[in-house]
């Protein structure tokens, strides 16, 4: 199995200084773009955005309304009228980080009915780790000062299928695809069958990637000095619900 390679380069304080005059450049590039070239000014504002979380604890309960909000068809959409445009122009305040699978079927900001500037997402097969990955993670978290972290599997996870079948068969995948069952395979639980051993797997893989940024030197930091608490969950397709995996 191909390792998990630590966030590493340069001092953290050089990184934060390369990162913020990266983000100012976009900023700035972006608040020359609007509608049918009209100017950003021009766009009548109505509502402002909510009150953000600001903790762990109240951005996991934002969550869980939002998606009682989506399971129960009375989702609102928030944050997006032309008022929360023009200010996400200027920053953004994310107040949680999704770590979630490309699942066509499983978008973030729907499933928790977030709108945007609310949450930052980084999705991968099966939420597989590389560099790329921890590094954006690494960003939200150092950068934007995000306090959750949430690492979202789901039902039927296609990723986790083919790293089972791929196990059980021995054949080699295609291409990158067997990068992503490498990856996947140190949570395939052997002490079932079927449907159950993917099912099972499917909570596994999320609770193995969550101790893999559990030791993750720039993660467990902000979660030893309780500004950060990665957490698993699960979403299930057939009722809509995401619920936490232990």
């Known amino acids: 199995m191909m390792p998990i390679i630590p966030v590493s380069g340069t001092t953290p304080s050089a990184r934060r200084s390369f990162l913020r005059t990266a983000l100012a450049g976009t900023a700035a590039f972006g608040t020359g773009l609007a509608v049918s070239g009209r100017p950003a000014a021009a766009v009548s504002p109505t509502a402002a955005p909510r009150t953000r979380p600001a903790t762990a604890g109240e951005a996991l309960r934002e969550l869980a309304a939002g998606n009682r909000r989506w399971r129960t068809y009375h989702q609102q959409h928030p944050d997006e009228t032309p008022a929360v445009r023009q200010i996400l122009t200027v920053s953004q305040h994310p107040f949680a980080l999704v770590l979630g699978c490309i699942d066509s079927r499983v978008p973030p900001e729907l499933v928790f009915d977030q709108g945007l500037g609310d949450l930052m997402t980084v999705r991968s097969a099966g939420q597989v780790l590389d560099e790329a990955v921890l590094g954006s993670l690494v960003y939200g978290v150092l950068e934007l000062g995000i306090p959750l972290l949430v690492v979202l599997g789901h039902q039927s996870c296609g990723a986790v299928k083919a790293a089972v079948r791929a196990d059980e068969s ?68 057939t009722t809509q619900r995401v619920h936490r995996v232990s």
């Open 170 to 237: 021995g054949e080699e995948l295609p291409a990158h695809i067997q990068y992503v069952a490498d990856q996947i395979s140190p949570a395939i639980d052997h002490g079932k069958e079927g449907d159950a051993r993917v099912a099972a797997t499917i909570d596994a893989n999320v609770r193995l990637v969550r101790s893999r940024l559990a030791v993750e030197p720039d993660l467990a930091a902000a979660v030893n000095s309780g500004s950060l608490a990665v957490v698993g969950a699960r979403y299930e397709l």
